[in-house]
């Protein structure tokens, strides 16, 4: 079984990625631009460090783990040799034909793991349940891929799963979930809740804690127990308040927004405005309005006290 591999980049996920493969005994080398800043923070960890062009010159697997938007300037030029393996993190850039997988020279494959970079090597160093998803379709020995991926995975710290899923179905779903909740309602709900109590009177320490704060700690109840036994568990009055809500706020209308959201997403329309975004300025000024925001300014007044570094 082949225990090296080789990181393309070595952003935030790709330095979980490394240390976690290092400490289970993989060797691990790193594919970096030569005047890439990250290379000396990765040959401080004790990883080889190589160009893209150079490690294509022989037969290995490789894990792409640069920001999905910019793939097909990182495979620009790149045709690996037979018997190669590409890893992708997220179908993205295979399912929105950004680059086409067929002209690569390698075989393609999909291994997700469903947790941010900090998460990836925390869980790996406390033993935490970690989960992914995986496809072998367009391998062309199925059975030995996928057995090499769970050799993978285990070294990567998942211990749930990993489970099967295709390139259409990771990248839907991936996509949806950070629209539909993770990304947007969460954040948002959040703030104009606390900014309702600060209208009312609500001191921003309670009203951060009430509406920022214990989301963390609801939500790891939730997860855990599952929505049964979650409402069973609560109060009478955070089980009416709650049902109440339901009622009021997640109507028709926002379920037609829900479904709007996701067929943006399978007819192909969200891949034309990812196509177009400037996403570079679009975080510039999304951060830009957050940090103004009460809730940024409070968060940054209490983190010290609530969270550790």
Same mark, same amino acid.
């Given at each position: 079984?082949?225990?090296?591999?080789?990181?393309?980049?070595?952003?935030?996920?790709?330095?979980?990625?490394?240390?976690?493969?290092?400490?289970? !005994?993989?060797?691990?080398?790193?594919?970096?631009? /030569?005047?890439? /800043?990250?290379?000396?923070?990765?040959?401080?960890?004790?990883?080889?460090?190589?160009?893209?062009?150079?490690?294509?010159?022989?037969?290995?697997?490789?894990?792409?783990?640069? &920001?999905?938007?910019?793939?097909?300037?990182?495979?620009?030029?790149?045709?690996?040799?037979? !018997?190669?393996?590409?890893?992708?993190?997220?179908?993205?850039s295979i399912e929105?034909?950004?680059?086409?997988?067929?002209?690569?020279?390698?075989?393609?494959?999909?291994?997700?793991?469903?947790?941010?970079?900090?998460?990836?090597?925390?869980?790996?160093?406390?033993? !935490?349940?970690?989960?992914?998803?995986?496809?072998? @379709?367009?391998?062309?020995?199925?059975?030995?891929?996928?057995?090499?991926?769970?050799?993978?995975?285990?070294?990567?710290?998942?211990?749930?799963? %990993?489970? %099967?899923?295709?390139?259409?179905? @990771?990248?839907?779903?991936?996509?949806?979930?950070?629209?539909?909740?993770?990304?947007?309602?969460? /954040?948002?709900?959040? @703030?104009?809740?606390?900014?309702?109590?600060?209208?009312? !009177?609500?001191?921003?320490?309670?009203?951060?804690?009430?509406?920022?704060?214990?989301?963390?700690?609801?939500?790891?109840?939730?997860?855990?127990?599952? %929505?049964?036994?979650?409402?069973?568990?609560?109060? &009478?009055?955070?089980?009416?308040?709650?049902?109440?809500?339901?009622?009021?706020?997640?109507?028709?209308?926002?379920?037609?927004?829900?479904?709007?959201?996701?067929?943006?997403?399978?007819?192909?329309?969200?891949?034309?405005?990812? +196509?177009?975004?400037?996403?570079?300025?679009?975080?510039?000024?999304?951060?830009?309005e957050w940090g103004?925001? +009460?809730?940024?300014?409070?968060?940054?007044?209490?983190? +010290?006290?609530?969270? @550790?570094?």
């Amino acid at each position: 079984m082949n225990k090296t591999i080789t990181l393309i980049g070595f952003g935030n996920q790709a330095k979980a990625w490394a240390m976690n493969l290092k400490d289970s !005994g993989w060797n691990v080398q790193v594919c970096l631009k /030569p005047e890439s /800043p990250s290379k000396d923070l990765a040959l401080k960890l004790g990883l080889h460090v190589t160009t893209l062009e150079q490690a294509a010159l022989n037969v290995g697997d490789f894990v792409n783990l640069t &920001p999905d938007h910019l793939h097909h300037e990182v495979l620009k030029g790149i045709t690996f040799l037979k !018997g190669s393996r590409l890893i992708f993190a997220h179908g993205y850039s295979i399912e929105s034909k950004l680059i086409d997988g067929d002209k690569l020279g390698a075989e393609i494959i999909l291994f997700a793991p469903k947790a941010i970079a900090s998460e990836l090597r925390f869980l790996y160093e406390t033993k !935490g349940k970690l989960a992914a998803v995986y496809s072998v @379709e367009f391998a062309q020995n199925k059975e030995q891929t996928k057995e090499w991926i769970f050799e993978l995975a285990k070294a990567l710290g998942i211990n749930a799963g %990993p489970y %099967p899923a295709t390139f259409e179905e @990771e990248t839907k779903a991936d996509l949806f979930s950070e629209q539909s909740i993770l990304c947007s309602v969460l /954040p948002r709900a959040a @703030e104009l809740s606390f900014n309702l109590l600060r209208k009312n !009177g609500i001191s921003e320490e309670l009203a951060y804690l009430e509406c920022w704060y214990e989301m963390k700690l609801i939500a790891n109840t939730l997860v855990k127990l599952g %929505p049964t036994e979650f409402f069973k568990l609560i109060s &009478p009055n955070a089980l009416l308040g709650g049902y109440k809500a339901d009622k009021l706020l997640f109507d028709k209308a926002y379920q037609n927004k829900l479904e709007t959201l996701f067929e943006d997403i399978d007819r192909g329309t969200f891949y034309k405005q990812a +196509s177009d975004a400037d996403f570079s300025a679009l975080r510039e000024a999304i951060a830009d309005e957050w940090g103004h925001s +009460s809730l940024q300014q409070t968060h940054l007044k209490l983190k +010290s006290q609530l969270f @550790e570094d």
